[in-house]
């Protein structure tokens, strides 16, 4: 079999309505499968008014709007219609990629095993983390139970680095988990793209140091370790500014939380490339992402990073030579270690600028059509697996 016989049913809660990392890799997947001759049918929740076109066909799904304070924008896929399953009918897919365990996902997985189809599953965030950053810690062990559940059901797993495999096998989410990494667009990520007037204009001196966050402005990518670590810097008088790339609901209690900091509000495209390259120190405190595009597009555009010790930025971020990581914790010490290390770079330029330089040189490997075909070829073996 080959990559022209695929016929492929991908399901996602969110494949083009928020911008997100997870998104953004899978219209990427979506336009290599297509160019390799894949036929591809996308399932996800539309939307009026979505942030960006759609790669591929893209069919509608029952959806609401996600009945979680502050999270509003994103909607709660809600099933198979049966407009929906007709579709599939019509399409006759040979294989089965989801990408979110949300209900939809899991009418998907029960329509692909009926089918005695192969089922694929990608991993895009440690959704078992999340309850805790809305007060509902306690659901902790149910909600990884779910996911278990619905991963082992799947013929194969892929995850973006060899520290979430590893972190899966652990909790006994599957065996046969292959990495898809992700991969960095250097037209757009490049140390080139810095920009001192852009600095000038939002409030940053040409020999200030910008520590920068960028991302979603939710509380689970620890914006409250964030701020608790600039909080422990103006403390020691460690010199330094705060650049926000990004939008959303938390945005407010953010700026509360860091008097002072210039927020320049969602970026894309160009404009995020030369955001990014405009600041000095990039801090990523989240647990909670698979990979984290973001620490990649940073090490890009040479900015050391300084990062949680997770499976977001583990595989990615060479200790002592690109950045730091940080073992993260539930108290104080996590703020701490970061602001040490944080400290170490505000107060070196030599060492930030050899662990920039070095964090792009690193960036280079990171082909998109490569890391792709690592997810077609999984399709094709679990055919060959099933005999197909």
Same mark, same amino acid.
């Given at each position: $079999?080959?990559?022209?016989?695929?016929?492929?049913?991908?399901?996602?809660?969110?494949?083009?309505?928020?911008? =997100?990392?997870?998104?953004?890799?899978?219209?990427?997947?979506?336009?290599?499968?297509?160019?390799?001759?894949?036929?591809?049918?996308?399932?996800?929740?539309?939307?009026?008014?979505?942030?960006?076109?759609?790669?591929? =066909?893209?069919?509608?799904?029952?959806?609401?709007?996600?009945?979680?304070?502050?999270?509003?924008?994103?909607?709660?896929?809600?099933?198979?219609?049966?407009?929906?399953?007709?579709?599939?009918?019509?399409?006759?897919?040979?294989?089965?990629?989801?990408? /979110?365990?949300?209900?939809?996902?899991?009418?998907?997985?029960?329509?692909?095993?009926?089918?005695?189809?192969?089922?694929?599953? /990608?991993?895009?965030?440690?959704?078992?983390?999340?309850?805790?950053?809305?007060?509902?810690?306690?659901?902790?062990?149910?909600?990884?139970?779910?996911?278990?559940?619905?991963?082992?059901?799947?013929?194969?797993?892929?995850?973006?680095?060899?520290?979430?495999?590893?972190?899966?096998?652990?909790?006994?989410?599957?065996?046969?988990?292959?990495?898809?990494?992700?991969?960095?667009?250097?037209?757009?990520?490049?140390?080139?793209?810095?920009?001192?007037?852009?600095?000038?204009?939002?409030?940053?001196?040409?020999?200030?140091?910008?520590?920068?966050?960028?991302?979603?402005?939710? $509380?689970?990518?620890?914006?409250?370790?964030?701020?608790?670590?600039?909080?422990?810097?103006?403390?020691?008088?460690?010199?330094?500014?705060?650049?926000?790339?990004?939008?959303?609901?938390?945005?407010?209690?953010?700026?509360?939380?860091?008097?002072?900091?210039?927020?320049?509000?969602?970026?894309?495209?160009?404009?995020?490339?030369?955001?990014?390259?405009?600041?000095?120190?990039?801090?990523?405190?989240?647990?909670?992402?698979?990979?984290?595009?973001?620490?990649?597009?940073?090490?890009?555009?040479?900015?050391?990073?300084?990062?949680?010790?997770?499976?977001?930025?583990? /595989?990615?971020?060479?200790?002592?030579?690109?950045?730091?990581?940080? /073992?993260?914790?539930?108290?104080?010490?996590?703020?701490?270690?970061?602001?040490?290390?944080?400290?170490?770079?505000?107060? =070196?330029?030599?060492?930030?600028?050899?662990?920039?330089?070095?964090?792009?040189?690193?960036?280079?490997?990171?082909?998109?059509?490569?890391?792709?075909?690592?997810?077609?070829?999984?399709?094709?073996?679990?055919?060959?697996?099933?005999?197909?």
């Amino acid at each position: $079999m080959e990559a022209k016989d695929l016929r492929i049913a991908l399901f996602s809660g969110n494949y083009n309505y928020t911008r =997100d990392g997870a998104n953004q890799a899978l219209n990427r997947l979506a336009e290599y499968l297509l160019r390799q001759g894949a036929a591809l049918r996308v399932y996800a929740p539309v939307v009026d008014r979505p942030d960006f076109e759609p790669t591929g =066909d893209l069919v509608g799904v029952p959806n609401i709007r996600m009945p979680v304070k502050n999270r509003g924008e994103y909607r709660l896929p809600l099933g198979l219609s049966a407009a929906n399953r007709e579709d599939l009918e019509t399409f006759a897919p040979n294989i089965v990629h989801l990408s /979110s365990p949300d209900p939809t996902g899991h009418a998907a997985l029960k329509w692909a095993e009926q089918h005695k189809l192969p089922i694929l599953a /990608s991993v895009h965030t440690r959704f078992e983390t999340y309850p805790r950053y809305y007060g509902l810690g306690f659901l902790e062990p149910a909600v990884e139970g779910i996911l278990r559940r619905f991963y082992n059901r799947c013929d194969a797993l892929v995850a973006p680095s060899q520290s979430q495999i590893e972190e899966l096998k652990a909790q006994g989410m599957h065996e046969d988990i292959t990495i898809w990494s992700r991969g960095v667009d250097r037209t757009v990520f490049d140390p080139s793209k810095r920009d001192l007037e852009w600095r000038r204009a939002h409030g940053l001196a040409d020999d200030d140091v910008a520590i920068v966050f960028l991302g979603r402005l939710v $509380m689970e990518k620890g914006l409250d370790v964030f701020a608790d670590t600039v909080v422990e810097l103006r403390k020691r008088q460690v010199p330094h500014k705060v650049l926000v790339i990004g939008d959303g609901p938390a945005r407010g209690w953010f700026e509360k939380a860091l008097p002072g900091g210039s927020f320049v509000g969602f970026q894309t495209g160009a404009d995020l490339g030369r955001a990014l390259a405009s600041g000095d120190i990039f801090f990523n405190p989240s647990i909670t992402e698979t990979f984290g595009n973001v620490t990649l597009e940073a090490l890009a555009s040479g900015l050391p990073v300084v990062a949680a010790g997770a499976t977001g930025a583990a /595989s990615i971020v060479t200790e002592g030579e690109t950045g730091f990581l940080i /073992s993260p914790s539930k108290d104080e010490a996590f703020a701490k270690g970061c602001a040490d290390a944080l400290a170490r770079y505000c107060t =070196d330029d030599a060492l930030r600028r050899a662990h920039g330089a070095a964090g792009e040189k690193a960036a280079r490997a990171y082909s998109w059509d490569a890391i792709n075909q690592a997810v077609l070829d999984t399709y094709l073996r679990l055919m060959a697996q099933r005999g197909k």
